[in-house]
């Protein structure tokens, strides 16, 4: 508690100095949790200074460290240009989880304003049966081929591994996005270079279906 006093007051003083040079400097370095809990701490004048300082794609870190109450407050007192370009730095399913909450009327004008490609997935994600597995699966996943090499595959992390919400398994499928096997990032990291997906893919995966109810898919997560 000490620690984020300490950060508050240093904040609010570069806040209150409009010194956005040292409110970076102290805000960008700490745990998204104490942002938050920073953030929080303070008023409304305030929160629109700390949002004038930051990009929405660095307030999206903030944003996501609230719980569903604190982020209604939160865009209640955004624009929501600033608010959909949030949303675009966000993983779709991280965005739904928001939008289900709300009134249809504002999840339709946040979405008309987010970039297209982001608002693809967040529609998609939308349209499954509330309660289903389908509306709180990711998006952001890196799928690899079955005849891919250990080699060919780090190279494709390197590139894409910034916009997957995890990386450390990864999922082979087939021309049709079939899901055909799964692989950890330990075992691509441990093959020789030229060794085929194919052949040190697990085949025996355990997989739900989109309109699968969350409760039933909570049951298999535990069994297995």
Known sequence: MERIISFQDEIVTALSKDD???????????????????????????????????????????????????????????????????????????????????????????????????TEKVKELLDYIED????????????????????????????????AETIYYLYITDSEHHLKGVISLREIVMAGKETTMQSIMKKNFISVKVDDDQEDVAKVIQKY
């Open 132 to 163: 289903s597995a389908g509306t709180i699966m990711t998006k952001e996943y890196i799928a690899v081929k079955e005849e891919d090499t250990a080699d060919m595959v780090m190279e494709q992390l390197s590139k894409e591994a910034a916009g």
């Open 20 to 118: 956005r040079r040292t409110f970076r400097e102290i805000f960008l370095n700490i745990h998204p949790t104490d942002q938050a809990a920073v953030y929080l701490a303070l008023e409304s004048h305030q929160h629109a200074r700390i949002r004038y300082f930051l990009s929405a794609k660095e307030f999206a870190d903030v944003f996501q460290a609230l719980d569903p109450e604190q982020q209604t407050k939160a865009v209640e007192e955004m624009d929501d240009h600033y608010t959909a370009e949030m949303f675009d730095a966000m993983y779709a399913d991280n965005v739904v989880d928001f939008l289900e909450l709300q009134s249809a009327g504002y999840r339709e004008r946040l979405i008309s304003l987010m970039a297209e490609e982001d």
